[in-house]
């Protein structure tokens, strides 16, 4: 027998290691003893990730392949990790971590076995593959091609994310674009656009989706793989499966024959990260999947504002939560936007008790970061948030150390995000290395992997890792022009052992990399937290886009209203009327629409005691207003606070 057989007496095994999870219920017993190709649609804070990882473990014991192994992919380092951990807490379960299992996103299984070995057999050299970093360099490279910017300029509907998301499609390595819009070949344009492409492929810049192209290219060129592939992984599981897009969704196809077992989890209701091109094709749950409706995560109250705005599958059930804070609506006038996250905040520490803040995060989040919609505030997070920062940049294009070794805000206030700070940390240290030509480093892309790399190089990793330790617990780095000449001591000092010979301070610190950001003092770095005190109590609100936090559990989150640009409207404008009275999604409703309430799906599925809506107060009739107040919400006009 190729794949082991799950059977319901099997299912003991869960109870030690998933001792806050119910596996007796019909429909997650039927998930877990499935042994053919099947999709499983499954309801936010339903436990689909858990859920997997039961499942994982229960294979692992019965496993009978020494060279063979389960292929588990996600779409996100979050749900990968997620399941590292559960199958790490349990000696059989840490079996498929190693070989010959792989456990990873699908970007890094397309990476590991297809897209780099062809570049590297091709002579080819990455230096990082990151969709932000690319559009940062694209936009640098667009301004000494004349007549590409000049006509980028005269399209700002189109061209600015088309040079954004430049792209190789096919084995052929097609010039595409993921969105936006560029003249077709044989015009200027169009050369000029190629030439960025081909320009940062030499430089060894890519997206993610440039390696399901070279993939592509490589199963062209050697069809054979795929029998190897599907021999070597028999069972496939794929979690996430609703953000695959269909170019990851057809490669995956083709890796893989029909001898393989593939089972599929997902929630078709959070298709927002697939891009619109194909989404027609994708195939996400097919006919006959089964179905796991409950959550785990929220209580009925936040349970009927998420079916409000549901378009598939069977309705979501409410999980525990009995006696759980009401829904909050807050309606603010336009000149007030600004107080938005604030007020919440305190309405957060007015209503939940440190021991349930301690439990996870409080965030506030918009569907869109920014926009060139006009009307009143509340279009996008600028109007709430007006120094919300994204990814660090130099003005070349370059990724920015002052951004990333900045402190925030949170630091000494409240909780914040230490792994993302570790992670930041290790980013601007494998940054200089790269940056100052260290061998050791050059295939590194990941700088989780910063010191196995160089200890794989006889590297003596010590003086690094006490520069992390102290970059890591320090405040203050970027505070003065003082304290940033200080940090650049600090990295030159001990990192000078696999610096060049004979590089001096100043050569070191005169590096690009190392520029603080054009028009930003020391010290004005932009934050994406908001740190709110009320008497001796503080909680720090994180601030970001929907997209950022798919998979997220949050103890209490904000829903910013925000202007869809290609749907031309406000989500929780057209989306109150279905919360306030219950009514379900029309037939008619555009695909456009329809978008927008995905977004509103994800992020009112959030919390798991506390959601509250935020819209501008012209926006909600007083009869939605008496509406909600009828059902049990609470509603706040913040301008009258």
Request: glycine residues 8%; charged residues 20%; neutral net charge.
């Amino acid at each position: 027998m190729t794949v082991p057989v799950i059977e319901l007496a099997d299912l003991g095994l869960l109870r030690s290691t998933f001792p806050n999870m119910d596996f007796t219920d019909a429909e997650r017993r039927a998930a877990l003893v499935e042994a053919c190709s099947k999709d499983v649609q499954a309801a936010p804070g339903s436990g689909k990730t858990t859920l997997l990882a039961a499942k994982l473990l229960l294979l692992a014991q019965k496993w009978p392949h020494e060279d063979r192994g389960i292929c588990v992919l996600s779409h996100t380092n979050v749900a990968r990790d997620e399941i590292a951990k559960r199958l790490s807490s349990h000696a059989i379960g840490a079996r498929l971590l190693g070989y010959p299992h792989f456990v990873g996103t699908i970007h890094a299984f397309v990476n590991q076995f297809l897209a780099l070995p062809l570049l590297r057999s091709d002579g080819e050299s990455v230096d990082v593959i990151d969709n932000d970093i690319f559009a940062a360099r694209a936009r640098s490279l667009l301004l000494r091609k004349y007549t590409l910017n000049a006509w980028v300029k005269r399209n700002l509907n189109q061209g600015p994310s088309a040079i954004d998301t430049l792209r190789y499609e096919g084995p052929y390595l097609k010039l595409g674009w993921e969105s936006g819009k560029l003249p077709g070949e044989g015009t200027p344009t169009y050369s000029q656009a190629k030439e960025i492409k081909d320009e940062l492929r030499r430089r060894g810049v890519f997206r993610h989706d440039d390696m399901f192209a070279f993939a592509e290219k490589l199963l062209q060129r050697f069809p054979d793989m795929i029998n190897r592939l599907s021999w070597r992984f028999p069972l496939v599981q794929i979690d996430e499966m609703q953000d695959t897009s269909w170019e990851q969704e057809y490669l995956l196809s083709r890796v893989f024959n029909a001898s393989v077992v593939m089972q599929r989890y997902g929630d078709r209701n959070q298709r927002i990260l697939v891009s619109a091109k194909d989404a027609d094709k994708l195939t996400f749950p097919k006919v006959h999947h089964l179905s796991v409706t409950t959550t785990k995560r929220f209580p009925e109250a936040i349970a009927a504002t998420v079916r409000s705005v549901q378009e598939h599958g069977e309705p979501v059930a409410a999980g525990p939560g009995d006696g759980a804070p009401s829904p909050v609506l807050m309606l603010y006038e336009t000149s007030d936007a600004t107080r938005v996250i604030a007020e919440f905040g305190k309405r957060v520490l007015q209503t939940l008790p440190d021991e349930v803040l301690s439990q996870g995060a409080v965030k506030a989040i918009c569907a869109r970061k920014q926009g060139t919609a006009t009307g009143d505030a509340g279009r996008h997070l600028i109007d709430y948030w007006p120094t919300y920062a994204g990814v660090g940049m130099a003005a070349a294009g370059e990724e920015c150390i002052f951004h990333l070794l900045a402190d925030h805000p949170a630091v000494g206030v409240s909780q914040f995000d230490l792994h993302g700070r570790v992670r930041d940390v290790k980013r601007a240290v494998l940054l200089t290395l790269r940056r100052v030509g260290n061998t050791a480093v050059a295939d590194v892309k990941d700088a989780s992997r910063l010191f196995h790399k160089l200890e794989d190089a006889g590297v003596d990793c010590t003086p690094v890792r006490s520069l992390c330790h102290e970059l890591v617990i320090g405040r203050g780095h970027t505070a003065d022009q003082t304290a940033w000449s200080g940090t650049l001591d600090l990295l030159y000092s001990r990192l000078n052992p696999l610096l060049p010979a004979g590089m001096s301070r100043n050569e070191f610190g005169s590096l690009p990399i190392f520029n603080v950001p054009q028009g930003m003092p020391a010290g004005a770095l932009n934050s994406n937290e908001c740190v709110v005190s009320l008497g001796e109590r503080t909680v720090c609100v994180r601030i970001g886009t929907v997209a950022s936090v798919k998979g997220e559990t949050h103890v209490a989150t904000l829903v910013l209203e925000a202007h869809g640009g290609l749907a031309k409207c406000f989500d929780l404008e057209k989306a109150i009327e279905n919360i306030s009275y219950g009514t379900p999604i029309g037939p008619k409703t555009s695909n456009t629409l329809k978008g927008l309430y995905r977004n509103l799906y994800v992020a009112m599925s959030r919390p798991t005691h506390l959601l509250c809506l935020a819209m501008n107060r012209a926006r909600a009739t007083q009869e939605q207003v008496d509406a909600l107040v009828a059902k049990g919400w609470t509603v706040v006009d913040i301008s009258a606070v």
